[in-house]
């Protein structure tokens, strides 16, 4: 019912830059959340970074300052950000959303099919 559709993946250079994007769509009343998760091979999913209705940031510790996650609300889009790259950043990146579909409805939670992000020289 609702599509969290992903964009700017890619290869880049260490200490190099990259923006993603997220766009969510379909049969969704208010995004409460919005936020970015990682998982690299062998390892865990991680929560990488955070956004509320609010503008409420939260962010992992190892970001440590490089990355900025920002939402534009009229479009349902959440971006992020990311600077100063370092090879350990290399992980398949997820767009996640929490959303209600009616006024004080129920939450869903909705995940993106994945970006690819690769840091390599």
């Known amino acids: 019912q609702v599509q969290l559709v992903e964009s700017g993946g890619g290869l880049v250079q260490p200490g190099g830059s990259l923006r993603l994007s997220c766009a969510a769509s379909g049969n969704l009343f208010r995004i409460e959340t919005m936020a970015w998760y990682r998982q690299a091979p062998g390892k865990q999913r991680d929560l990488v970074a955070r956004?509320?209705?609010?503008?409420?940031?939260n962010y992992a510790d190892f970001v440590e300052g490089r990355f900025t996650i920002a939402r534009d609300s009229a479009k349902n889009t959440v971006f992020l950000e990311m600077n100063s790259l370092k090879a350990e950043d290399t992980a398949v990146y997820y767009c996640?959303?929490?959303?209600?579909?009616?006024?004080?409805?129920?939450?869903?939670?909705?995940w993106g099919q994945g970006t690819q992000v690769a840091v390599s020289s």
């Open positions: 996640y959303a929490l959303i209600t579909k009616r006024t004080s409805g129920p939450l869903y939670s909705y």
């Open positions: 956004i509320t209705s609010g503008d409420k940031t």
